[in-house]
């Protein structure tokens, strides 16, 4: 038996040997793995720190091991404390870096709690989401349809507006503009917004134009329509449209414009928006 070679005497400190190399041969492969890992103990300082952390943070440790939290340097504190699952670091070095971490409870060698940190990088990661997040809205940038009843939205709205302004200035033809409004005491299903929607396009002409441009508001373009035909189509929607949707509890309230020289399209839409708030106000 080991007591009977060595003695009781030499016992412990065989004991101790084996315990430091055991202790060394755990910070070493501490620092060699790849995920950062700092201690912290129950009076928030600083107890270790491995290498890859070292790295990542580029931050001097010899600064940030004992000393309180409040000692500590601004940023430090912030990118070590905060508690964040996700810090977003920026270097001269690295330029921007992302650390997804994770924070564990754990016991040191005398039965004190200590919090263990381990921090992964995710740079690459987070650099491909900001660039599939970044092409995804100049797609929607560019998208000129409204995703819920494939009419136009607001911007291919705009950009027809534009065009059908510049061609009354040129011609001095007539133009009106119609916004329609849904009315209604609760929210509407999205199957009642797109029957609305189409009863709306089935009484308009090849030649007008007809988009969404917010959640329950609709805008109509209509070229060579003059006050008389603008009139004729306000009273055709309120009486035809309500009754067309069998399961919409709503009613419909509209602004008119009609374009008048020296009109650009923000005057036209403002107008019209102007009416439809009045008849919201006195109906």
Same mark, same amino acid.
């Given at each position: ?221 209509? +070229? *060579?329509? $003059?006050?008389?035909?603008? @009139?004729? !189509?306000? #009273? ?5 449209? /309500?009754?067309?949707? +069998? *399961?919409? $509890?709503?009613?419909?309230? @509209?602004? !008119?414009? #009609? ?5 650009? /399209? ?18």
């Amino acid at each position: 038996m080991l007591q009977e070679r060595v003695g009781d005497a030499a016992l412990p400190m065989i004991e101790t040997k084996i315990m430091t190399e055991g202790h060394k041969f755990q910070t070493a492969w501490l620092d060699a793995c790849p995920t950062g890992i700092l201690v912290v103990d129950a009076k928030e300082r600083i107890c270790w720190i491995n290498n890859p952390l070292r790295a990542m943070l580029e931050l001097d440790d010899e600064a940030l091991i004992g000393p309180a939290k409040e000692v500590l340097s601004a940023d430090a504190y912030q990118v070590l404390f905060a508690g964040d699952s996700l810090l977003h670091l920026r270097s001269d070095n690295h330029g921007e870096r992302w650390l997804r971490c994770d924070i564990h409870q754990g016991e040191d060698d005398q039965q004190q709690a200590v919090y263990i940190h381990y921090y992964q990088d995710v740079s690459e990661q987070m650099a491909a989401q900001l660039a599939c997040d970044s092409l995804r809205q100049r797609v929607d940038d560019l998208t000129l349809t409204d995703e819920l009843t494939g009419l136009a939205n607001k911007r291919a709205l705009i950009h027809s507006l534009v065009s059908q302004v510049t061609r009354s200035r040129r011609y001095a033809n007539p133009l009106s503009l119609m916004m329609v409004r849904i009315d209604s005491d609760k929210a509407l299903s999205d199957q009642t917004i797109l029957a609305i929607s189409h009863s709306l396009r089935d009484r308009l002409r090849w030649a007008d134009f007809i988009g969404r441009y917010e959640d329950d508001l609709f805008m109509l373009i209509l +070229p *060579e329509t $003059n006050h008389e035909a603008l @009139l004729i !189509l306000q #009273e055709k929607i309120l009486q035809e449209v /309500p009754y067309s949707v +069998p *399961e919409g $509890n709503f009613s419909l309230k @509209l602004g !008119l414009a #009609e374009w008048q020289k020296g009109y650009d /399209p923000r005057r036209l839409i403002d107008k019209a928006l102007q009416e439809l708030v009045q008849d919201e106000v006195t109906s």
